[in-house]
């Protein structure tokens, strides 16, 4: 089991100890080491017998689960943020409030009753 979670799987002889561990069989990861290491002689005429049936009878399978997107598509998609962003708006903007005081605004307004 550990040698096709750590090979097979790709798990990390350090995530195999947390798991170990989790299940009350602490396995420190230089242990493991070790344990694999002696089992590599005894697993080699098996891996090897395999290995000759797996060529024999092969067929194409690969996937790719990196989650990284096609350069071209992120070009792509790049390109057409910067038309985006570069197309006018659909409404004009309302002009910004003025920053100073207008004197001639106090002027135009009605006197306050009294």
């Not at 097979?8 to 989790?22: C, D, I, T, Y």
């Not at 005429?45 to 790719?64: S, V």
Request: with cysteine; hydrophobic share 40%; proline share 8%.
């Amino acid at each position: 089991m550990l040698i096709v979670m750590h090979y097979f799987a790709g798990v990390p002889f350090k995530r195999v100890e947390a798991l170990h561990q989790g299940w009350g069989v602490p396995i420190p990861d230089a242990n493991q080491w070790r344990v694999v290491d002696e089992c590599d002689d005894l697993l080699a005429h098996l891996y090897k017998a395999l290995e000759k049936h797996a060529i024999q009878n092969a067929t194409t399978l690969g996937f790719d689960d990196t989650g990284s997107m096609i350069i071209e598509t992120r070009r792509q998609i790049q390109q057409e943020l910067q038309v985006l962003e570069a197309e006018p708006a659909c409404c004009e903007e309302s002009p910004a409030p003025p920053t100073t005081w207008d004197s001639s605004i106090e002027r135009t307004r009605p006197a306050a009753p009294m």
